[in-house]
């Protein structure tokens, strides 16, 4: 797989290889094998971050979705939902990468500048629109409301036995021009 983007400037820095491999490791066994949940994140909130933050890893964006973002990855959240403050939070901690950038969006303009974009269940209204909007274009749609995926939304968070799982529609993440990896692809569950 050809690496575009952000995920070669952060293999560049000196630790960084050590770093993507233990984030990496620590994400495939999270994602997994329920048992680790006593090592990992304990909030339902804290679990979907930390998916978030590692999902750009599987992820490779068209080297135009780059241009005017100084090489940040912008990782957007949809209002106040209270995910924003999690991914922020957890950032430095999961991701070691400064090229990120967690922000809220509020008005459709903004959306331009967004990687990926958070939609939480409590703004299903928006989810339809929203996605019209950005249909063809290289975000990578998240949310956790039970038809986002079905819609044209790319992931979907879900829970089951009390572990957040999540499924791809790679069919729209083909159609915003990403290409998710196959590693990911594997660990996507179905209902």
């Known amino acids: ?92 901690k999961e991701c070691g ?14 959306l331009s500048a967004c990687h990926i974009l958070f939609i939480g269940s409590s703004d299903a209204s928006q989810i339809t629109p929203l996605l019209n909007q950005l249909m063809n274009k290289p975000v990578l749609t998240i949310s956790d409301h039970e038809s986002f995926d079905k819609n044209g939304g790319i992931i979907r968070f879900y829970i089951r036995d009390n572990v957040v799982k999540f499924k791809i529609n790679n069919e729209a993440a083909k159609k915003a021009g990403l290409t998710i990896s196959s590693q990911l692809l594997e660990l996507a569950g179905g209902e």
């Open 97 to 110: 990468v400064k090229m990120v950038k967690i922000r809220t969006v509020t008005e459709t303009k903004e």
């Open 1 to 92: 797989m050809k690496h575009h983007g952000w995920r070669v400037k952060v293999l560049k820095g000196q630790g960084y290889i050590l770093k993507f491999c233990l984030v990496l490791s620590a994400f495939l066994v999270f994602v997994t094998t329920p048992a680790t949940l006593l090592c990992a994140p304990k909030s339902e909130l804290e679990m979907k971050a930390v998916c978030i933050l590692n999902f750009p890893v599987f992820v490779e964006w068209p080297g135009t979705a780059m241009s005017g973002t100084n090489n940040f990855l912008n990782i957007c959240v949809l209002g106040g939902n209270p995910i924003f403050t999690v991914l922020d939070s957890l950032k430095e």
